[in-house]
């Protein structure tokens, strides 16, 4: 039952706008399966018409009204929990620094939420909980051992109902009660219970349940007498929610296939499709809200059509980046530059009164005062403001730090060269290696690229440029890319270089672990392997060994940070795996036993491994003399 979520762009619409009398609509929200992705819908239930309220590559899912806010909050697969605007189909994280958390509802008796908190990322064991929207007054709610899930609450705030339960198989409804405290069992079938929700009069109760051996919509009173099923059917239908006048209940079943959305008039048990989607359809939440008939009695300022050219600003070749937007109507527009560690670079403009219509603002890769940036990846956000509502782009946390994949990879031995398509601008980190021998190489170490097709240089060798791994039959390439954020730009050849300074992007939950690292320290670590004992070197300065040899691996003083107290250190002799010591110490001494090996020329090659993913490579080339008289 575990619930997440995933970082959006941010877009925040402030100010009041003046009362217009207007006529409430009613709408459903649902997760609708869209290009592979679960995205936020809403339908119109009067014009019949849908439209797509989210559009990141994340799934969205369990969406519900807070009707103080007039907005949704939504969760994804990465434990957290969003808000959503209808007008401006934007999204804002909250209570980010709660954990691992679930199943929000709202609480009528104030701007809060009651939601599920894990105590463990193993889903096991959860609590109740309740907080402001933005994370303040929080507190436990008390209720059983073991697992909660999937609270609501009643119109006039005083009671949340939950699914509670030990083990497997038994989970019923239970009853909160926020005025003295008690918690009382609704429901004692002894099968599985959920999505219980109190009717708005408070006198009933929906949920879903598996008691006739298949997933129906049921109902009962509030205190679980009556029970009666609502929706008896061979397929399998849950997630019940009712309309804001309590005459129908709405939920989401595959009786056509597919996961669609239905409806049930609680009165009659008369059953209908209400939504016609050409793909699975889940999660419907059904509210009544005159907030998009405001909207379009209203004009707010909008940035739309945001673009950058080019998307690398290199010194050598000179030139500027323009970034391009279209405003709806006359706005003050503002344009901050910023690095990746989210430090003030610069301001394209400042209070700068546009009209309706494209516009465009050059940068020349400098700062305020005139000085050129370091190398790196650069952000802006835009901010117009007219008549006191402001809106803000910045689509950092919802498009940046994400893993993604290659596509069409290959490698031109003859060409020594090595060529893949990145399907967005990501940072990218290349080595190579054997199939089952370890890594050798790091061919590009977190390369900041625009996407489309890249092309790296490769000369065949390991890092120690003593092993040709060309032509060899396991020959293995690794790559692993996250994104940049969306009209990111990559300023390269800056004559102040890379900065020094501590660089620590923003990342939301769930990003790719690289995404969070100080830039500074997200490379391969520097080592050295050594033979501790003296000992005569041959003409090509190669070390002469015999028998057991001592071995010293350090890392460097610039290093250690990198991997922190311990490592994981893995030995490789002729690239083929000898030893492997998943917690060791820095320095670490290893004897090498060479009694085995044949006379002559021999490799020994070493992986650090840091528990943060930074791996450092190195090989040391001896000759043996195990059968040669001194």
């Known amino acids: 039952m575990k619930v997440l979520i995933v970082p959006i762009l941010l877009v925040i619409v402030v100010g009041q706008a003046a009362s217009i009398e207007t006529t409430k609509h009613e709408y459903i929200c649902y997760s609708r399966l869209t290009d592979g992705y679960w995205q936020i819908w809403l339908h119109d239930l009067e014009t019949k018409q849908g439209r797509q309220l989210t559009t990141s590559k994340m799934d969205k899912l369990r969406p519900a009204w807070i009707e103080h806010l007039q907005q949704l909050v939504y969760t994804t697969p990465n434990d957290e929990f969003f808000l959503l605007d209808l007008m401006e189909q934007e999204h804002g994280r909250i209570l980010d620094d709660y954990g691992y958390i679930a199943d929000p509802c709202w609480l009528p008796t104030g701007n809060k939420l009651v939601f599920v908190k894990y105590r463990t990322s193993m889903m096991d064991i959860s609590d109740l909980w309740i907080a402001n929207v933005d994370g303040g007054d929080r507190r436990l709610i008390p209720t059983n051992p073991g697992f909660q899930s999937?609270?609501?609450?009643?119109?006039?705030?005083?009671?949340?109902?939950?699914?509670?339960?030990?083990?497997?198989?038994?989970?019923?409804?239970?009853?909160?009660?926020?005025?003295?405290?008690?918690?009382?069992?609704?429901?004692?079938?002894?099968?599985?219970?959920?999505?219980?929700?109190?009717?708005?009069?408070?006198?009933?109760?929906?949920?879903?349940?598996?008691?006739?051996?298949?997933?129906?919509?049921?109902?009962?009173?509030?205190?679980?007498?009556?029970?009666?099923?609502?929706?008896?059917?061979?397929?399998?239908?849950?997630?019940?929610?009712?309309?804001?006048?309590?005459?129908?209940?709405?939920?989401?079943?595959?009786?056509?296939?597919?996961?669609?959305?239905?409806?049930?008039?609680?009165?009659?048990?008369?059953?209908?499709?209400?939504?016609?989607?050409k793909a699975d359809s889940r999660d419907p939440v059904w509210f009544r809200t005159d907030f998009l008939t405001r909207q379009a009695t209203q004009s707010f300022v909008r940035i739309s059509e945001v673009k950058v050219e080019p998307k690398v600003f290199d010194f050598e070749v000179g030139s500027e980046v323009s970034i391009s937007l279209r405003l709806n109507e006359p706005a003050t527009v503002g344009i901050g530059i910023h690095d990746s560690g989210h430090r003030v670079a610069g301001r394209l403009a400042s209070n700068v009164r546009k009209e309706a219509g494209r516009h465009s603002f050059a940068w020349n890769g400098r700062n305020d005062a005139g000085e050129p940036v370091h190398d790196g990846v650069y952000l802006f956000t835009i901010e117009a403001e007219d008549g006191g509502h402001l809106m803000t782009y910045?689509?950092?946390?919802?498009?940046?730090?994400?893993?993604?994949?290659?596509?069409?990879?290959?490698?031109?031995?003859?060409?020594?060269?090595?060529?893949?398509?990145?399907?967005?601008?990501?940072?990218?980190?290349?080595?190579?290696?054997?199939?089952?021998?370890?890594?050798?190489?790091?061919?590009?170490?977190?390369?900041?690229?625009?996407?489309?097709?890249?092309?790296?240089?490769?000369?065949?060798?390991?890092?120690?440029?003593?092993?040709?791994?060309?032509?060899?039959?396991?020959?293995?390439?690794?790559?692993?890319?996250?994104?940049?954020?969306?009209?990111?730009?990559?300023?390269?050849?800056?004559?102040?270089?890379?900065?020094?300074?501590?660089?620590?992007?923003?990342?939301?939950?769930?990003?790719?672990?690289?995404a969070f690292h100080d830039r500074r320290f997200c490379r391969e670590p520097r080592f050295n392997v050594e033979i501790v004992e003296e000992c005569e070197h041959n003409e090509d300065g190669l070390p002469i060994v015999k028998g057991k040899v001592p071995i010293r691996i350090s890392l460097g003083k610039n290093d250690k940070r990198l991997i922190s107290e311990r490592f994981e250190i893995l030995f490789f002799e002729d690239s083929v795996f000898i030893f492997e010591d998943e917690d060791a110490p820095d320095p670490f001494n290893y004897y090498w036993d060479t009694a085995h090996l044949n006379d002559g020329t021999h490799i020994l090659t070493v992986n650090i491994v840091g528990y943060q993913d930074h791996i450092g490579i190195e090989s040391l080339e001896v000759e043996v003399r195990n059968h040669v008289e001194d």
């Open 150 to 277: 999937t609270p609501s609450t009643s119109r006039d705030g005083r009671k949340i109902v939950f699914t509670s339960g030990q083990g497997f198989g038994n989970f019923e409804i239970h009853c909160y009660n926020l005025m003295d405290g008690s918690v009382s069992q609704i429901t004692h079938n002894e099968s599985l219970e959920a999505y219980s929700r109190i009717s708005p009069d408070g006198s009933k109760l929906a949920y879903a349940s598996d008691i006739s051996g298949n997933w129906d919509i049921w109902l009962s009173d509030i205190d679980g007498g009556n029970p009666r099923a609502l929706s008896a059917s061979t397929a399998f239908d849950s997630y019940p929610n009712w309309s804001p006048d309590g005459t129908r209940v709405v939920f989401h079943s595959t009786r056509t296939g597919r996961l669609q959305v239905f409806a049930v008039v609680v009165a009659t048990g008369r059953q209908n499709q209400i939504i016609f989607a």
């Open 394 to 514: 910045d689509p950092y946390l919802r498009t940046y730090g994400h893993q993604i994949t290659k596509e069409r990879f290959d490698y031109d031995r003859e060409e020594r060269k090595i060529s893949f398509v990145l399907p967005r601008a990501a940072m990218v980190r290349v080595s190579v290696g054997l199939s089952d021998g370890g890594l050798y190489k790091t061919i590009a170490e977190w390369h900041p690229e625009t996407a489309g097709r890249k092309t790296y240089l490769w000369d065949g060798y390991d890092r120690s440029h003593i092993i040709n791994l060309s032509s060899h039959p396991k020959l293995i390439f690794y790559t692993t890319a996250y994104t940049l954020a969306d009209n990111s730009i990559i300023v390269r050849n800056s004559p102040n270089g890379a900065s020094e300074a501590r660089h620590v992007p923003r990342a939301a939950s769930g990003a790719f672990p690289h």
